[in-house]
């Protein structure tokens, strides 16, 4: 397994995960009709435009296997003046999960924030009833900062928390790196 920056030749892959990933863990949570419909569409229109138009603190990592995209994250650099750096993607393929490639996504965007961003805390938004997640980013001591409500396409509203860490040496610490 390696990873690497993500390219705009990866758009397509990075989707195709996204989209099975959304599938796996929003079902229940988003509708069926948008999981099972317009979010292949959307999320491949998603993509193909970051590459195409990437923002100036835009920052993708994908994770191979046999030359096959099973992991990705995306972050923004010093993306909310308050809470920094924001984690906007982590996604691991079902059939890769628990072998530490999700870590290893993290420690990269660590390393990256640290070094590009290095006064600028690390956050995401995490949907309330994705518990896997939440206790994910927990145990590498991401504090729930407040809750918020999330308006997905086609759905009703869903419960979201903001997870941050105030300060990202300390998540590289839980993850056995060190800061640059």
Known sequence: MRIRLAHAHDATGIACLHV???RAAYRGMLSDAYLD???E???TR?????FAQPAPNQYVVVAEVAKQIVGFACAYGAEDPTWGTLLENLHVAQEHKRRGIGKRLMAHVA???AQTHPHACLHLWVLKPNLPAQNFYQVLGAEHIESAVWHPPEGGPVPQIRLAWRQPQSLLSKLGQSAP
């Open 20 to 22: 099975r990933s959304w």
């Open 37 to 39: 419909g317009p979010v």
């Open 41 to 43: 569409a959307e999320r």
């Open 46 to 50: 998603l993509w193909h435009t970051r």
């Open 111 to 113: 390393h990256w924030s």
